[in-house]
């Protein structure tokens, strides 16, 4: 279920809300991969963290409501993989 790989959590900041999603089932396999992914969200206006873990397939990312949405950044990760010839799962709030 679509449930299973999505957790979007709030975190109230000083002046804005921020947001985590987790993308989940990211057929990341070397830091090559990881670096990719990073250097790609890293342009998306709006991300402000990005942490990537190569052995739990997953892809955790930081974002300020309102400047960007984790469909956007899904589209980014997947246009990679589509590239790449990598596994992607769903998209965690795509429905």
Not at 10 to 32: A, D, P
Not at 43 to 58: L, S
Not at 62 to 73: L, S
Request: net charge positive; hydrophobic share 35%.
């Amino acid at each position: 279920s679509i449930a299973r790989f999505c957790r979007v959590r709030s975190l109230n900041t000083s002046l804005r809300m921020s947001k985590t999603v987790v993308f989940e089932g990211v057929g990341m396999t070397c830091s090559g991969c990881s670096g990719a992914i990073e250097r790609i969200l890293k342009k998306v206006d709006g991300v402000e963290n990005i942490a990537c873990d190569i052995e739990g397939k997953k892809v955790t990312v930081d974002f300020a409501d309102g400047k960007t949405d984790p469909e956007a950044m899904y589209a980014k990760i997947q246009k990679w993989a589509n590239a790449a010839g990598k596994e992607l799962g769903p998209c965690p709030t795509c429905e």
